[in-house]
Each structure stands twice: as C-alpha cells, then as structure tokens.
C-alpha cells in the first residue's frame, strides 16, 4: 500500500509563495505520474496540475498556469511550487498517484493513492 504525506501549507499574504511537498516512504512511486489537487467546502476536488513518473510532460489547470509549478527529485518526493498567490487559493491541497498513465489525469477519479490534504490559507 502506497500511503503519500502531504506537506508545506500555511498561511500566507497574497502575493506570496508556498512550496508543497508529497512524499513517500515507498520506492514504488517512482513510478507514478504525480499530481496536485484542491478542494473548499461544499465543491468537488478540482485539478491543480500533474507531473508523469520522470518529470516530464507537466499539465496545468488554467488558473495555476504561469504561477504553480509540479515537481519531483527522482525518488520519492514531489513539490508544487506556488507563486504570487491570492484568496482564490486558499483551500486543502492533496497530491495523489496515479499508476495507471504516464502523465497523469486532471480527473480525481483514477487516481489511485492519496495523501491526508495540506491546508493553504492566503489573506488579503
């Protein structure tokens, strides 16, 4: 059982930056395309951005291009970078595994591991 542990949310003023981590204590998710999603209450989970098992063919919602950028060292930890954030942004953020694609999915629904969701609070 893959079991991902999500990291590095806060609170923090508009304009501001977060770097997210996921991480795992198994091998086997290096073999897995990564992604990043949010949820707010009373919404469904909503696609932030995806990154495949070597780093490459990165995707992005629109509201994250140009400012969040996926990530992973090549074992077992991926990152979000966020940058220049704003109200809008704030919501629980959870990375998830999907062993299925090489690239990743922006649908919820097939990805396979989770982590516990990191909170992330930007005030005006």
């Known amino acids: 059982q893959v079991q991902l542990v999500d990291s590095g949310g806060g609170l923090v003023q508009t304009g501001g930056s977060l770097r997210l981590s996921c991480t795992t204590a198994?091998?086997?998710?290096?073999?897995?395309?990564m992604a990043w999603f949010r949820q707010v209450p009373g919404k469904a989970r909503e696609f932030v951005a995806s990154?495949?098992?070597?780093?490459?063919?990165p995707k992005y919602s629109d509201f994250a291009k140009g400012r969040f950028t996926p990530s992973r060292d090549g074992l077992n930890t991926g990152f979000l970078q966020m940058n220049s954030l704003v109200p809008e942004d704030t919501a629980v953020y959870y990375c998830?595994?999907?062993?299925?694609?090489?690239?990743?999915?922006?649908?919820?629904?097939?990805?396979?591991?989770w982590g516990q969701g990191t909170q992330v609070t930007v005030f005006s």
């Open positions: 998830a595994g999907d062993k299925a694609t090489v690239s990743g999915s922006r649908n919820a629904a097939d990805y396979d591991y």
């Open positions: 990154i495949a098992y070597n780093g490459g063919f």
């Open positions: 198994t091998r086997t998710i290096r073999r897995f395309a």
